[in-house]
Structures are given as C-alpha cells and as structure tokens.
Antibody
C-alpha cells in the first residue's frame, strides 16, 4: 500500500520560503508523476504543480514564478519550495501520487494516493 | 474564481439519489477527462471517479460519473450517512495549462 507523508515547518514568516518534503513508502518513486495540492482553511483545492519521475516539472501558472518541485529518488522523497510567501499562501499542503500522462500540451492527471496534509501558516 | 462551477450544496435523505453537476468549457471538460474526489471532514481527498466514469478499486458502485459536452455529473444512489462530504470535480485546462478543480459541493444527509 502506497503511503505519503508530508513534513516541514508549520509556520513560515512573510517573504520567506516555504519548504516541504513528501516521503513515499510502499511503492517506487521511480515512476508516476508526483504532485503538490493545497487547500486554504475552509476553501477548495488548488493544484500547485507536479514533477515526473524523469525530472520534468509543470507548475500552476498562477504560482510558477515562485514554485520549485524537486525529486530525490535515493530517499524516495519529493519536495516543494514556495518563495516570497504571504498570508494568502496559508493552507493545508497535500502531496499526492499522480497517475496519467501529458502529451502535446495537454494532460490527464489523477491523484490516486494522498498524504494526510500539513497545515502551513504564514505569519510573523 | 474557478473555471469549473459546481452547486455549493446538495442534500438528500438516506436511500435517495443525489446528483452533483460540474460545468466547464471547451478548454477543460470539453477536451479532457474528468475526475471526482470525495473529501470527508478533516481528511485528505480521495479519488472517487476517474476518466469520467471509472470507479477505482474499493469505491462502491453507488457512485457513478458521466460526462456530456462541457459538463459532468456525479450521482450517488442509495445515499448513506457516510457519504456526507465535500465533492470536487477536476480536469486539465488546455488554455490555463493547469489542473483545475471545481469549488466543491457539500453533500448533507438529512
């Protein structure tokens, strides 16, 4: 059974960088896409971006200038860095295994395994 | 403001059939497959329906999905108390070059 677990600071100061790691167990990270999705408290879901096991990435255009997702296959981990955070970045951040494919500028993505989520609050 | 629209709420009594709709455009639902996610209170979302109408292993056959043109629907038949949750539709948007989610529909079992 594939399991994902997010880890990282629960409090980040405005203008600083939010850094989270997702550890994957029970399955190989050397296949599939791996995504980050966030959910502001009491609100809906927002896709942040993905990394393919080959290292290719795709980010939500609304966050693209501030987001970096990386992969460490030796540790079965992938990570999220979000720079210059503001209070609007306060959210529960989920990591998710992502099935599907991207071709010709279009994608089909399905988030089939999720971490439990971690709340990150941006505040001084 | 999401490019996918959903009714904010739906409700029914145990045993009833409830239908949730998701409306989009030619750049998302009209061109790409739709998934549905169920989020029980205080938990992570769960993939409920993939590729418009496929149920992943373990999802009860009370849940069914369909798609027509630029709209999709999720039906819950034989509504049960444990179905009380938020339901989100999702699809890739070719114009935005991003995965988009609907705003969610809260289902209440009366």
């Amino acid at each position: 059974q594939v399991q994902l677990q997010e880890s990282g600071p629960g409090l980040v100061k405005p203008s600083e960088t939010l850094s989270l790691t997702c550890t994957v167990s029970g399955g190989s990270i050397s296949s599939f896409y791996w995504s980050w999705i966030r959910q502001p408290p009491g609100k809906g879901l927002e896709w942040v971006g993905y990394i393919h096991y080959t290292g290719s990435t795709n980010y939500n255009p609304s966050l693209k200038s501030r987001v970096t997702i990386s992969l460490d296959t030796s540790k079965s981990q992938f990570s999220l860095n979000l720079s210059s955070v503001t209070a609007a970045d306060t959210a529960i951040y989920y990591c998710a295994r992502t099935g599907g494919y991207c071709s010709g500028g279009s994608c089909y993505l399905e988030f089939d395994y999720w971490g439990q989520g971690t709340l990150v609050t941006v505040s001084s | 403001q999401s490019v996918l629209t959903q009714s904010p709420s739906a409700s029914g009594t145990p045993g009833q059939r409830v239908t949730i709709s998701c409306s989009g455009s030619t750049s998302n639902i009209g061109s790409n497959a739709v998934n549905w996610y169920q989020q029980l209170p205080g938990t992570a979302p769960k993939l409920l329906i993939s590729v418009n109408n496929q149920r992943p292993s373990g999802v009860p056959d009370r849940f069914s999905g369909s798609k027509s043109g630029t709209s999709a629907s999720l039906a819950i038949s034989g509504l049960q108390s444990e179905d009380e949750a938020d339901y989100y539709c999702a699809a890739w948007d070719d114009s935005l070059n991003a995965q988009v989610f609907g705003p969610g529909t809260k289902v209440t079992v009366l």
